[in-house]
Every structure is written in structure tokens, then in C-alpha cells.
């Protein structure tokens, strides 16, 4: 699982940093940290240029969606997403769910 993990944390720092997919960074900084059971999780600052900072709500919206796809358009990914992502009731509405 640490390899795994290393490999996408990689190549998501392979696209920060040279891709750019956020905008040209000036400084970067990552601290990898592992949770109950060893299940790692990294934090990652990256500074932007002065020409690539968002500035507003549509500069946040332009780079970061929370949308589930659409189920008519890409099934495979709804599929993934809503099986992976989205839970069912807690509490009395689903008692045999162990939080």
C-alpha cells in the first residue's frame, strides 16, 4: 500500500510542479503522515507566482469541482464515485452501519 501510495503521490507532485495544473508554483513543501492501521495521507503546501494565485470564488471554481458525474453521461465513473464516495444513512435510519 506505501508504494502505491508513493507512486500517485509522485506523479501528483509531477503535475504540480511541472505540469502546472494549478499555475506556476514558487515553492512547494510535503510532509507524509500515517494513520491508525498505516494508512498514509500526505500534506501538501504549494505556493503560486503572483500571476497564478486565485484571487476569487471563480478562480477556486475554475480549478476545484465537487460534483458527482452524471450517471447517463460517464456510468463507469458515477459508478466509482457513488461506490466509493458517498455512504448511506447513519443512525437509527441504518443500525447496521459500525461507524
Known amino acids: 500500500m506505501s508504494r502505491v501510495f508513493k507512486l500517485h503521490l509522485s ?13 506556476v508554483p514558487v ?5 507524509v503522515e500515517f494513520q491508525k492501521r498505516s494508512l498514509p495521507h500526505a500534506h501538501i503546501l504549494v505556493v ?9 470564488g471563480e478562480d477556486i471554481d475554475s480549478l476545484i469541482s465537487a460534483e458527482i458525474p452524471n450517471s447517463e453521461t460517464d456510468p463507469e465513473l458515477y459508478d466509482v ?9 447513519c443512525g437509527i ?3 447496521n452501519l459500525y461507524v
Open 81 to 89: 464515485v457513488k461506490y466509493s464516495m458517498v455512504h448511506g444513512p
Open 93 to 95: 435510519l441504518n443500525p
Open 48 to 56: 503560486l507566482s503572483e500571476d497564478s494565485k486565485l484571487r476569487n
Open 11 to 23: 506523479e501528483l507532485l509531477h503535475d504540480i510542479t511541472v505540469k502546472h495544473v494549478l499555475g
Open 27 to 31: 515553492a512547494h513543501v510535503y510532509v
